[in-house]
């Protein structure tokens, strides 16, 4: 899935000012320099002017800031260090722990979505690249998690 898609998802979901972005993505790393021009840009369709690819470090440092605000830092842990390449599988991952959801929340998730999931097909999508029943996570499926746990988030 596209990263801006991603971006723009969350946003929604959490009715985050540009601003609020920032500061989240500046958790993971207080060096992060992010101007609110270019999440502006991040933010914008693909057509539209002034649109731009939001790149893969930019949406790590968010998602590692999102799991901080939402979950807060373990005291005396270092920060984790920021992958350099996103998957919708690493997406997923992320948004579990921030949201600190179990198995169960994700089965209703995609089953609110109208994307129900089995359980052998869930673990899959969580296990190491290199496992025999590893399972990359199709668009199709990050975007119906997303709009499911819009739906649970929007409507609480």
Do not use: W
């Not at 290199?130 to 199709?138: K, M, Q, S």
């Amino acid at each position: 899935m596209i990263n801006n898609d991603v971006l723009r998802s969350i946003r929604y979901m959490l009715d985050l000012s540009d601003i609020r972005v920032i500061e989240i993505a500046q958790l993971a790393d207080a060096g992060l320099v992010l101007a609110k021009d270019e999440v502006q840009a991040y933010l914008k369709k693909e057509d539209a002017p002034g649109f731009r690819a939001c790149s893969d470090s930019v949406l790590a440092h968010f998602l590692d800031g999102l799991v901080i605000h939402l979950r807060g830092t373990i005291p005396g842990q270092a920060p984790r260090p920021v992958e350099k390449r996103i998957s919708n599988n690493i997406v997923l991952k992320k948004l579990r722990v921030a949201f600190e959801l179990k198995d169960a929340d994700m089965h209703q998730i995609f089953e609110d979505a109208g994307f129900p999931v089995s359980k052998p097909e869930l673990s899959a999508l969580f296990r190491q690249q290199d496992h025999r029943n590893y399972r990359p996570c199709g668009d199709q499926m990050l975007r119906n998690f997303l709009k499911g746990l819009t739906l649970g988030v929007r409507h609480d």
